[in-house]
């Protein structure tokens, strides 16, 4: 079956603007996860959904980050006023047994602040 | 502060020989662990999942778990040019079950 999804998958954008990154998880998956890959951090948890239950935002690093799941399915991860510090990776997660805990990555989004 | 360590490597193998991979965790409290295959430029593919005590074996890999010494190893057997990639570990922790990654090992399997 189709896989985690993402767009777009590279972004360019310029320092202050702000950017919305999407992920479409596995059908069916009610558990989604946003993570952040970069040079010299990793791969760094950002925030987490399950199902209709309020996020887990304890991962976000600034205020300037905000993630959205509309009817418990796709996800919209907003970075607002972007920083050069925010070039990464981003990678969206998704599962669907809570209790193995098995998450499957999107093909992730390149994001570039210049 | 969750922490799990990898050796970065790099890791070289001659092909058909078993490469050896290792992990190690702080929170006592994870119940899950997950070897992960991240090829240059793509995202992080699962390999592995190991949950209770001792040896799991998937076809070529074989994942060990060791709760009491806060231990995860992943074994590849008959190594093979196409494993060369960087191999993630992962354990659960968390109210979000969230997985925190070890920064890598880079394995190169030389032909």
């Known amino acids: 079956g189709a896989g985690v999804s993402q767009s777009p998958s590279n972004k360019v954008t310029e320092k202050g603007k702000d950017v919305e990154l999407r992920c479409d998880p596995i059908?069916?998956?009610?558990?989604l996860y946003w993570y952040r890959q970069s040079l010299g951090q990793g791969l760094e948890f950002l925030i987490y959904f399950q199902g209709n239950s309020a996020p887990d935002k304890s991962g976000l690093p600034s205020d300037r980050f905000s993630a959205e799941r509309t009817g418990g399915s796709v996800s919209t991860l907003t970075i607002q006023r972007t920083q050069q510090e925010d070039s990464a990776v981003y990678l969206c997660?998704?599962?669907?047994?809570?209790?193995?805990?098995?998450?499957?990555f999107g093909p992730g989004t390149r994001l570039l602040v210049l | 502060q969750k922490e799990v360590e990898q050796n970065s490597g790099p890791l070289s193998v001659p092909e058909g020989a078993i490469a050896s991979l290792n992990c190690t965790y702080s929170d006592r409290g994870s119940q899950s662990f997950f070897w992960y295959r991240q090829y240059s430029g793509k995202s992080p593919e699962l390999i592995m999942s190991?949950?209770?005590?001792g040896d799991k074996e998937d076809g070529r890999f074989t994942a060990q778990l060791n709760k009491a010494s806060q231990y995860v190893s992943l074994l590849i057997r008959d190594s093979q040019p196409s494993d060369s990639a960087t191999y993630l570990c992962?354990?659960?922790?968390?109210?979000?079950?969230?997985?925190?990654f070890g920064s890598g090992t880079q394995l190169t399997v030389l032909p």
């Open positions: 997660a998704s599962s669907s047994d809570r209790v193995k805990e098995t998450q499957y």
């Open positions: 059908s069916g998956h009610t558990a």
């Open positions: 992962a354990a659960s922790s968390g109210s979000a079950r969230q997985l925190t």
């Open positions: 190991i949950y209770s005590n």
